[in-house]
């Protein structure tokens, strides 16, 4: 892990605010879907297999993926500078800034984070 550098950790805060408050109002508001796609979910899932799940995502709802996509990088930068206890403070905080979608807010990343980490040090949705 790299040495934790709070103006880094800020700004990461910062954009994870913009995307998570995007990605709610997004899902509010977009009209329902004709048809669902079912994005598949498995434990073992590899990395490959999981970013491959992503990509289908991006291809079904290209602006969702791409936020999605966001998110994930953002959890493992975050991860980066302080493994999974700073990505859990930091979504605490940044899920709180908006009380009314706080559930949709820590779903979105929790989800999307999953896998993020190493043996000993694993973000687990």
């Known amino acids: 892990m790299a040495k934790t550098d709070p103006k880094s950790i800020s700004e990461l805060a910062s954009a994870l605010d913009a995307i998570l408050t995007e990605l709610v109002e997004y899902r509010l508001l977009r009209p329902a879907p004709l048809s669902l796609i079912k994005l598949e979910s498995k434990p073992t899932m590899t990395v490959t297999e ?4 992503l990509f289908r995502r991006i291809a079904h709802d290209p602006f969702e993926g791409s936020l999605m996509l966001s998110l994930q990088a953002l959890g493992e930068a975050l991860y980066q500078q302080g493994g999974t206890q700073l990505m859990r403070k ?3 905080s940044v899920a709180h800034r908006d009380e009314e979608n706080e559930a949709r ?4 990343a929790d989800s999307q984070w999953d896998g993020i ?3 000993t040090d694993r973000w687990n949705a």
Do not use: D, H, T, V
């Not at 999981?50 to 799940?53: A, L, Y």
């Not at 807010?105 to 979105?108: I, K, P």
């Open 117 to 119: 980490g190493n043996e």
């Open 50 to 53: 999981r970013r491959n799940e």
């Open 105 to 108: 807010r820590l779903s979105s």
């Open 90 to 92: 930091i979504l605490q």
